[in-house]
């Protein structure tokens, strides 16, 4: 089954509002060299430490989150973003019911 992304060119929502707390974590567009995801979290989720192999961004696009990286926990409110290398373990935590979109740069493959 293949999962709808957005076209290049395509208007995605990314604020949810009203829609926030009946929405999903869901992949909004993919393409070869990056990945666009929404993370819906309610209040008191957290995602446990990882790391992902391309640069990402991390911007609170609802809500507030408190994100753990590079020996500190940063809060992040709606409208603040932050950058993190490739392969920086990250934690992230719902403060409150909150939207994140994180830009991932995938890695180009020799």
Same mark, same amino acid.
């Given at each position: 089954m293949s999962i709808p992304h957005a076209k290049p060119g395509e208007v995605i929502q990314l604020p949810l509002g009203a829609a926030l707390s009946s929405s999903k974590t869901m992949t909004l567009a993919k393409t070869a060299d990056m990945? &666009?995801?929404r993370l819906v979290l309610? +209040?008191?989720k957290d995602i446990a430490s990882h790391k992902v192999a391309g640069e990402i961004t991390v911007q609170c696009l609802e809500g507030r989150v408190a994100l753990t990286a590079a020996g500190k926990?940063?809060?992040l409110a709606a409208g603040q973003s932050?950058? &993190?290398a490739a392969?920086?373990?990250? +934690?992230?935590?719902a403060i409150e019911e909150s939207s994140v979109l994180v830009t991932i740069l995938l890695p180009k493959h020799k």
């Amino acid at each position: 089954m293949s999962i709808p992304h957005a076209k290049p060119g395509e208007v995605i929502q990314l604020p949810l509002g009203a829609a926030l707390s009946s929405s999903k974590t869901m992949t909004l567009a993919k393409t070869a060299d990056m990945e &666009l995801i929404r993370l819906v979290l309610p +209040a008191g989720k957290d995602i446990a430490s990882h790391k992902v192999a391309g640069e990402i961004t991390v911007q609170c696009l609802e809500g507030r989150v408190a994100l753990t990286a590079a020996g500190k926990t940063q809060d992040l409110a709606a409208g603040q973003s932050l950058c &993190l290398a490739a392969g920086e373990p990250h +934690a992230l935590q719902a403060i409150e019911e909150s939207s994140v979109l994180v830009t991932i740069l995938l890695p180009k493959h020799k």
